[in-house]
């Protein structure tokens, strides 16, 4: 209990503002680390078109069952969709409510300088724009999972005209995801070791690091499949076959 205005106001413990941070944390954790292994499969692409073939073929369960089943990749879509869907409802009670909050913000981060208050700013920023952009990459995955593959994700990628949309997406998602890996670890401590502030400089130093690597790596990945979508412009639809895999193959794409 107690007093507020001359009168007593019952004050309830609540714990729902930690386990929303906690569910944030963990769903924001599992996005990055998926992230990672998503662009690492995508880059497949710069070990030759049989590689990212066989990666294709591997995620639709080829080796495994004998025959590819493309639904295998649309319901890990699904269920990164539904994980994307959470984390962004949790994270959105964070944003400004309004114009004069916003404003508000960044006449403090300016007059701060503090470069942790300033990365808040771009990983708000960049979560928005990933609502719009994650959106609908994921939507045409998952309505179209027999169509990933060397000359299908490449025909996306030029012919159907997705390379803006990924530069914009990969901007977006290789600074949050590094942001908040770094505001993680911040947050929880799992680095603070005998100096925290000793230690936040390291991470600090690491978070640009992975930034340039997975940055630079998309782009390389992205250059490759524009590379391919060019040469192949006269010949949408077809697809990048191997005949060893044909036989046993329903989807070849
Ligand atoms: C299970 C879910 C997902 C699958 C199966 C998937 C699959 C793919 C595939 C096959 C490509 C190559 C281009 C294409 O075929 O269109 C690609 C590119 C890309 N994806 Fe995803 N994706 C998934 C989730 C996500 C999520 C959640 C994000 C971020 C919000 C994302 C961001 C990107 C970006 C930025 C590229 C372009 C990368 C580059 O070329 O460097 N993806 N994805």
Redesign the pocket.
């Known amino acids: 209990m107690i007093q507020q205005a001359g009168r007593a106001v019952q004050v309830m413990k609540s714990r729902k503002y930690a386990k929303l941070d906690f569910v944030q944390s963990a769903s924001g954790l599992v996005l990055a680390l998926f ?1 990672w292994a ?1 662009m690492l499969l ?1 880059s497949s692409i710069l070990l030759g078109k049989e590689a990212m073939f066989y990666v294709t073929k591997f995620l639709e369960g080829k080796f495994f069952f004998g025959e590819s089943y493309p639904i295998i ?1 649309s319901m ?2 699904i269920g ?1 969709f539904f994980i ?1 869907i959470v984390h962004a409802a949790i994270a959105a009670r964070k944003f400004p409510n309004n114009w004069e909050q916003f404003k508000e913000y960044r006449a403090h981060m300016k007059m701060m300088k503090h470069s942790d208050t300033s990365l808040w700013f771009w990983q708000i920023f960049t979560g928005f724009a ?1 609502f719009f952009l ?1 959106s609908i ?2 939507y045409v ?1 998952i309505t179209h999972p027999a169509e ?1 593959g060397p000359y299908a ?1 490449s025909d ?2 030029w012919s159907e005209y ?1 390379w803006p949309l ?1 530069i914009l ?2 901007l977006a ?1 290789e600074f949050h995801g590094s942001i908040g890996l770094y505001r993680l670890a911040i947050k929880w401590g799992w680095f603070d070791g005998k100096n925290p502030r000793a230690s936040r400089k390291k991470l600090k130093k690491a978070k640009w690091i992975v930034t340039i690597v997975f940055l630079t790596l ?2 390389l ?2 250059s490759a ?1 524009i590379k391919i979508g060019i040469a192949h412009e006269d010949k949408v639809g077809e697809r990048y076959e191997i005949s060893s895999l044909l036989e046993t193959t329903r989807d070849n794409t």
Do not use: D, E, N, T
Request: cysteine-free; aromatic content about 12%.
């Open positions: 992230m998503h995508v990749v890990a879509g990164i994307f990933m994650g990459h994921l995955i990933i994700s996306r990628v997705m990924y997406l990969l998602v998309g782009l990945s992205l499949y």
